[in-house]
Nanobody, 120 residues
Framework: QVQLVESGGGLVQPGGSLRLSCAAS????????MAWYRQAPGKQRELAAA???????NYADSVKGRFTISRDNAKNTIYLQMNSLKPEDTAVYYC??????????????WGQGTQVTVSS
């Protein structure tokens, strides 16, 4: 079994910053790409940022220049530094990871989500 546990969400004023973390634990052989998705009320889940094991990154146009994704492979953890936050960034943020497990092989895994609210 694998778990992805997110932390760092909360309420912040427009223009503020937050840092999200997501740690993977369990029976893990290796982790490939990891990503942050977000889902606003009444909208579909969308990719915010992704990072490969080698460190290549990809961002949604709406967050480019404001969000930075990074990872620590030794800790099986990714981070999302969010700066210059806007009300439209309000959403539940989900961690996603492609994980290779010793017995069951490769699978896509999701965290439980963490709420980010940007409001004055």
């Amino acid at each position: 079994q694998v778990q992805l546990v997110e932390s760092g969400g909360g309420l912040v004023q427009p223009g503020g910053s937050l840092r999200l973390s997501c740690a993977a634990s369990g029976s893990i052989f290796s982790i490939g790409s990891m990503a942050w998705y977000r889902q606003a009320p009444g909208k579909q889940r969308e990719l915010a940022a992704a990072i490969t094991r080698g460190g290549s990154t990809n961002y949604a146009d709406s967050v480019k220049g404001r969000f930075t994704i990074s990872r620590d492979n030794a800790k099986n953890t990714i981070y999302l530094q969010m700066n210059s936050l806007k009300p439209e960034d309000t959403a539940v943020y989900y961690c996603n990871a492609e994980i290779l497990m010793p017995l069951t092989g490769l699978s896509t895994n999701w965290g439980q989500g963490t709420q980010v609210t940007v409001s004055s």
